[in-house]
DNA sequence: TTGTAGGCGTTATCAC
DNA sequence: GTGATAACGCCTACAA
């Protein structure tokens, strides 16, 4: 309709600057007219790239994982790719099979949570030759590019804290670590900065739960049934920790009077309640934005490394001094 | 390898009972050696069809939507089926390219969000000969499939409801009804419920917001401030209630005594706050579900209609007798 | 039941 | 700067 070949159309679109303005702009006003589309199937096919990125988070609406994915979505439109999402709901076998259907889809790189999986998944992996990266983790000796915050680390700090604040009797409702190595991070950056000052949680002191409300008031429950009672306790998600200050209120325990709460990750929840609640901040924006531009770099055969994304705690009315006794 | 033609293969992988079943052992077995994947690219190009459906949501992590995604994503997956998402930040006009990119992507077939979009975008919708569907949002006369609750209704019902508690004077906390027919529906639904037994709400009495707690605690004082105040608050979601429930309680107002609050959307922690709050819940998973199942019947040229997917009040300690005087 | 071959809409490699 | 034309990997008549 525009009298030039295919081709010619294919530059048009691809590398305007490869052709004279005269046949561009006649080739764009066809285009328009036509209200003709390129048609990805057959892109993909003859470039072999499809200009998608897949990712596979345990779940979509948590704190964190959502300012990721939109952070990542955004970042990875401002690079014209689109953010293929899929959910694991924390099942490895699943993850898998749903990288399976990613990479079936052509996805260019792969943006995977956490570094620990099967024989299985590794090798399937480093088999199909595309890009991929761990997120929300940080190991600067991981072979493969890790973009998150260092749970641990983290988690040490928080403990710092309240090591700094005089407590000494710790309880921790973690986060389940089955098939989560940021819930272990967690959990073991707490027993380690503690171990570091002589200190532990003792085996009924540590209980662990998935990531609601509700579960958060049992667990907490459990705890203050521990002798003694710890002064301090540390939850392992947003969630967990609304739950245990609300169930503290309901208990009538003074917080922080009596006990200190603290949780990680901060939603705008933690904030409002009646008692705001001390808590890790992750960036986790950047998490996403920064997942994005290191897998297209590796798309694009730059060299790229680990990075770690900053997290600072985030005192609030949760925590304070230990009680007097 | 397996000493079959390509044609043979295709016919195992999509038609296996077509091919003889020694056939079908010995290739599985080759593809399992193989690691072999079908290319998507290819297999659409060559039949038209992608076997993914695009979904655009104003945001991903809310809890309607979220619900409604994760359910989408199992119906369409157990159809294999895979879920684009995209996000339009209640912008009609990123709803718009969003919808372009996705088309362009070849999805097989659009879930979009409510049902007033601008003539250019109904225009494309109607060229591009792909089915979609409007989700939350319920018209039976609508030409366009919907999936969805009835928002005025459930709004009506809760009116209702206060109503027979012997509320009188009314407030709303609605949210922004800029390029949102959903909020419209709601708050149509609470003026037309309060018209229908005399009643309306005052124009200092009705404010709008987006969704976040901090927005629900500023509105609600600037209702408080109303003259004479209302007696019972509704809630155009569920943050908007939940900021509404807890700056009500640190201004000292006691909620149901002098004051109902009430809300839409049942996320869990409007039944864990220490004044659980009432609220309408939708069956969020079934609108995912239903509109999965009804966009794949779209495809499959089967009639469909739309379906109205069921709400109801969920009756909480937030909301009781009109106070006395 | 199985094989042959054309075509899906681009991109990329050559010519010109 | 532009046009032919051969891939790309699969599906699907049609033929055997």
Redesign the interface.
């Known amino acids: 309709m525009a009298g030039v070949s295919t081709a010619t159309v294919s530059r048009v679109v691809n590398r305007p600057e490869s052709v004279s303005e005269e046949l561009r702009t006649r080739v764009n006003l066809v285009i328009e007219q036509l ?1 003709w ?6 892109r ?2 003859s470039s072999n790239r ?1 200009g ?1 990125i897949g990712a596979i988070f345990p779940a ?2 948590l ?1 964190d994982f ?1 300012r990721a ?2 952070a990542m ?1 955004d970042a990875l439109a401002a690079r014209n790719h ?6 694991s709901q924390y099942d490895p076998d699943l993850e898998f099979s749903q990288a ?2 990613l ?4 996805v260019d790189g792969l943006v995977l949570v956490g570094s620990t999986r099967s024989a299985a998944f590794e090798s ?1 992996l480093s ?1 199909i030759e595309i890009p991929y990266l761990n997120s929300f983790v940080f190991d600067a000796e991981s072979p493969v590019p890790c973009v998150g915050p260092d749970n641990a680390v983290s988690m040490s700090e928080m403990v710092d804290h309240l090591v700094s604040l005089g407590h000494r009797r710790f309880g921790m409702i973690a986060q389940t670590t089955r098939n989560n190595d940021r819930a272990a991070a967690r959990r073991d950056g707490v027993r380690n900065a503690l171990a570091r000052v002589g200190l532990a949680i003792p085996p009924q002191g540590l209980v662990e739960g998935e990531w ?3 579960e958060g ?1 049992k667990l907490f429950r459990r705890i203050l049934d521990a002798t003694p009672r710890p002064t301090a306790i540390i939850c392992g998600n947003s ?1 967990l920790a ?2 245990a200050v ?1 169930e503290a ?2 208990a009538g325990v003074d917080v922080p009077g009596e006990m200190s709460i603290v949780g990680y990750d901060d939603i ?2 933690m904030s ?3 008692i705001p609640i001390t808590t890790v901040r992750v960036a986790s924006d950047d998490v996403g934005r920064v997942a994005a531009d290191t897998v297209l770099d590796m798309i694009e055969g730059r060299a790229v490394g680990s990075q770690r994304i900053r997290s600072q705690i985030v005192v609030r009315a949760s925590s304070g001094p230990v009680p007097s006794d």
Chains 1, 2 share one sequence.
């Open positions: 209200g589309v390129p048609n990805a199937a057959a993909a096919l499809t998608a979509l609406a704190g959502a994915i939109d979505q689109l953010l293929l999402l899929a959910r399976r259907k990479v079936e889809r052509g399937f088999r609601d409300i509700a008031r969630m609304v739950g609300l209120a309901a705008e929840l409002e309640l009646p």
